[in-house]
């Protein structure tokens, strides 16, 4: 007797589970395609590391600080993505520009990075009311200059990690200095007095040569205050005393 073989059938409910994922996989493959040419723009914006923004609002994008700086119309505003830049010692800043980075510790609940500037910045004659926050400087903030002969009306240092601040003319005025790490000094290496600055809630070492300022709130980690005249002084932390530095008594 014949025995009867039946072939064996794939069920019509396990064929259409197949086609439609089968489907989905096609569905899907086509989405992430579409969502990577998507992201393409975001990308490409990315890698442009400057964002300048001139006085009437338009905006144009660089990679090299150096030539971002020399090309943006004085009032502009400069913005610093995460990542390190490199400024050139030869770089003058002499028009007001509002330079700001992200900050210059990262955040550790994003993807973003500090912003680290490699080198120093010098502000001199035409930079007045100009600004640097959130960025994290390998060297020194230098306002004004002997050699040349210019001086800052009005500066903002806030926000920033700097080694140290050095005010190089005597007739600098209405600085003000916010809220920074300064892993040195603020002070004038040439040893002269600049007025109406304002230091307030930094953490430093010492502060040197002021006249008619206000320094409150700070923490210096190193002593102290040397050349102090007509300020200001208040709820300051001084971790010690050197005995070779002094306030100047109120002529």
Sequence with gaps: MNKLIKKSK???ATVNHLKNHKCFSLTLKKASIICIIACLPAFVA??????????????????????????AP???????????????????????????GIGHRPDSDKEDVNTIVRGNFHFEGGANGSALMGVYLTGNVNIGSMSPST???????????VHLVNVGHSECSGIVINQNY?????????ASIYSNT????????????????????NILLAP??????????SNNVIHTLNPHCRLLPTP
């Design 74 to 100: 004085a009032g502009s505003s400069v913005y610093l993505s995460g990542g390190a830049f490199i400024i050139s010692d030869t770089t003058r800043i002499r028009k007001k520009l509002t330079i700001t």
């Design 10 to 12: 794939t069920p019509m």
């Design 151 to 161: 001086f800052i009306n009005g500066f903002l240092l806030r926000f920033c990690n």
């Design 198 to 217: 304002q230091i307030t809630n930094n953490i430093l070492n010492y502060i040197n040569n002021i006249e008619g300022g206000r320094i409150e709130n």
């Design 46 to 71: 990315m890698a442009q590391h400057i964002v300048i923004v001139n006085p009437a609002g338009a905006s144009t994008l660089y990679q090299d600080l150096n030539i971002a700086l020399a090309e």
């Design 182 to 190: 300064v892993r040195s000094h603020i002070g004038a290496g040439n």
């Design 224 to 233: 102290s205050l040397h050349n102090i005249r007509n300020s200001s002084i």
